[in-house]
Each structure stands twice: as C-alpha cells, then as structure tokens.
C-alpha cells in the first residue's frame, strides 16, 4: 500500500482491519538517504497499553487502541533522537533543496493495521515527519529492514535486535528511564562505546581470556594491525557522510550533527590503536574519550547525547542513571557475562 504525501493514509488504514501485515510509503525512498527504522514502543510510550495486551489478550488489546486512538502516545526514549535527525534534515534541505540524501525515518511496529489510526495521529500531534510505516500484525521485520537498507534499527525487542545484528543491520536495543536530561534541539549527538560497537570484540576477548595486563600487551604488539570493524561502523560511516555535506558548505565548526568516541581504553596502553584504526577506514569522531576504565555515567551527562550504544549493560545502565538514553548492542564476548538489566523495556 503506498500514498503520496499528503494523501489521507489513516482512512485506507482503517478500513483495513482484517490486514495482517501493512506497510505504508508516503513518498518515495530516497536513493542515497540514512534509513532509521525505530520501534513504536521506543519512539512512543505504551507500557499502558502492553499490560492490556498481556492481561487481557490481543483482541482486547485491539478494542482498546481503537476506543482511544485520538488520544497520542507520550515521547518514548527514541523521541528526541528523532526529533533531532528531523532537524538535520531541514538544515540539510535549506543547504541542498534537491538532494535526496537524508535521514528517511520508518516506524516499525508488531500492531495490526488498524492501530495504525492512532500512531498516524500521535505523529500529528507530535509534528513529526515519518515518511514510512510498517504495520507487520506480529510477524518479524526484519524482512523488511534488509529489503530497505536499513542503516539502524531501533527496537525493545532484544530478539529482534540481535536477530538484525545477524543480519549484519546495525540494530540496538532502547530502555525507558525515568530520567531523562534535556538534549539539544538543533544538533544531533551520537556517541558511541568502542569495542563490539565500532569496532569487533577481539581486544575485549583477550581482555576476558588474558586480564588486563595480556590486553595491554596485545594491543601494544598490535598497535599497527587495524581491529575488525563493529556492528555499527557503517552507521558512523552515514553520519559522516553527511557531515561532510555540511563541511563542503563551511559548517563545520557549526554542523548539525556532532559525534563522539566513548571507550574504557586508557589512550595511552590502548586508545592508538583505534584511533588508527578509525583514520585508516576514513572515519573520525568529533571527540574522543578515553576513560581508562573510569565511569561513563559523567561523561555522558555533559555530553548529553540523543543516543549512546554500548555493548556492555552495566554501562548502559549508568548511562541511563544519569538522565542518557543508552541503548544496548547486544554483541560480541560480553554478552556471555550479562549483568543484571533493572531497566524496563517494551518493544
């Protein structure tokens, strides 16, 4: 089912509730855009309704969307982050009327087709611009996600994450908190964690196997070989990809959107051989922090990023202590040795 923009998509919708699956295009994908797929239920907030649907079951799940679709969803975690890429692209448009690349936002949902009434109309009131929808009535997305070159799925379903991740589709999982702190309105920051996130989980593997002085070692002997390349390079590849649009314009000291290296790593034992490894790929970050082992927790909270991936939950809950909506990369050796998540999730 495809619309152009503009077209009144909530009708058609509606009258299709027997649909198992719908997906909607309002316009065109555009051939060189950042496709970020994000979760209703981490762009919104629906824990009322999630203990409907587990108390009470899907047909009376349904009913209740419906008797309350003109009420909106309040902003979930993912909510800021992309009002933030909003930003950029109306930045982007001012720069280059005619370009085609953009971030292009796809709301992914497990909801029946007839929901869709009450998500279109919280968008509204949102004044967010989602392009896409994919309505699946509870089959998987990621069908779907390969098929649109996803650059970055976000979701609270942690199965589905890690089903994309294998994938090889950057994908992470988002947590409510119930502290958020306030984010800039007018620039994009992401930040990411190192190793098993832009880059492999090799060190972190000799890490567990060899403690911290037979990581120190194996980095000092390594420092030349670059280190394998994450789950999420390639979504710092796009975000530099359009930075340099803003730099060819000279914004750079003022670009939109603003990147950030997070690590454990001590840079003095460790940090060359990431950085080096980031210089060979053509990639950068706007900043580097290396922590030697210190908490993230602080940093993050002067940073205040729209989103930071770790791959560790111990840090993603500290981040998320201190007002940061972090999202989890479940990835690589650490996920053998989970920490106790006290988060609360939806998908």
């Known amino acids: 089912m495809m619309f ?29 855009a950042v496709t970020i797929a994000v979760s209703s239920r981490v762009l919104f907030r629906t824990e009322t309704e999630q203990k409907v649907y587990e108390q009470k079951g899907v047909e009376e799940y349904l009913r209740y969307q419906v008797e309350h679709e003109n009420e909106p969803f309040a902003p ?74 996803t650059n970055l799925y976000l979701s609270a379903d942690a199965e589905k994450v890690r089903e994309a991740l294998s994938e ?51 980095e000092r002997d390594n420092e030349d070989i670059l280190l394998d390349r994450g789950p999420l390079k390639d979504f710092l590849a796009s975000l530099g990809k359009l930075q340099k649009k803003f730099y060819a314009k000279g914004h750079r000291l003022d670009c939109p959107i603003r990147t950030y290296l997070v690590t454990a ?16 790929w053509g990639l950068e970050t706007d900043e580097a922090l290396f922590l030697a082992g210190a908490p993230k927790g602080p940093m993050l909270e002067k940073i205040r990023p729209h989103i930071y991936f770790d791959d560790q939950m111990f840090h993603v809950e500290g981040a998320a ?27």
């Open 321 to 347: 202590e201190m007002g940061t909506v972090a999202a989890h990369v479940p990835y690589g050796i650490a996920q053998k040795h989970p920490h106790k998540k006290s988060l609360n999730t939806g998908k």
């Open 168 to 218: 090889g589709i950057a994908a992470a999982t988002m947590f409510m908190s119930n502290k958020l702190t306030e984010v800039s309105q007018t620039q994009l920051r992401v930040a990411f964690d190192g190793d098993a996130v832009l880059f492999s989980d090799e060190s972190e593997r000799i890490f567990k196997a060899q403690g911290l002085d037979g990581f120190f070692q194996h």
């Open 76 to 149: 979930g975690p993912a909510f800021s982050f992309v009002k933030a890429l909003e930003a950029v692209n109306a930045r982007l448009r001012e720069l280059y009327p005619e370009s085609e690349e953009l971030f292009d936002i796809v709301l992914v949902t497990y909801n029946h087709a007839h929901v869709g009434v009450r998500l279109i109309n919280t968008i509204n009131h949102h004044n967010l611009f989602i392009e896409r929808f994919c309505m699946t009535g509870g089959s998987s997305p990621i069908g779907y996600l390969k098929a649109w070159q």
């Open 265 to 280: 790593r001590s840079a003095a034992s460790s940090g060359i051989r990431a950085l080096k490894t980031l210089r060979a």
């Open 4 to 32: 152009c923009e503009g077209s009144p998509i909530s009708s058609p919708l509606h009258e299709s509730p027997a649909a198992f699956g719908v997906c909607v295009s309002i316009c065109p994908k555009p051939e060189n």
